[in-house]
């Protein structure tokens, strides 16, 4: 996985790096650095269609807690 320098705190990009390469919708997280990033910052990445948000604000766009099949990055489901 190739490694994006991205974030105004290097040790963020390891997630925007996994948000690209999971070819994730959304990433979820309290953290202000990876908050701030604009739009043009993530359509330069290649993570155009990458929403980043918070806990609560992803909550209330998907109406509670994230459904089956959701997991934080690097986690892995447990089988059924």
Same mark, same amino acid.
């Given at each position: 996985?190739? &490694?994006? *320098?991205?974030? @105004?705190?290097?040790?963020?990009? %390891?997630?925007?790096?996994? %948000? @690209? +390469?999971? =070819?994730?919708?959304?990433?979820?997280?309290?953290? &202000?650095?990876?908050?701030?990033?604009?739009?043009?910052?993530?359509? &330069? +990445?290649?993570?155009?269609?990458?929403?980043?948000?918070?806990?609560? +604000?992803?909550? =209330?766009?998907?109406?509670?807690?994230? %459904? *089956?099949?959701? *997991? *934080? +990055?690097?986690?892995?489901?447990?089988?059924?």
């Amino acid at each position: 996985t190739e &490694r994006l *320098r991205v974030c @105004r705190d290097p040790k963020d990009d %390891a997630y925007v790096s996994l %948000a @690209r +390469a999971g =070819k994730a919708d959304v990433l979820v997280t309290g953290d &202000r650095d990876l908050l701030s990033l604009s739009g043009d910052v993530l359509t &330069r +990445a290649g993570l155009a269609g990458l929403k980043i948000m918070t806990p609560a +604000a992803f909550l =209330k766009v998907h109406g509670g807690p994230p %459904a *089956r099949g959701w *997991r *934080r +990055a690097g986690e892995v489901e447990p089988e059924p």
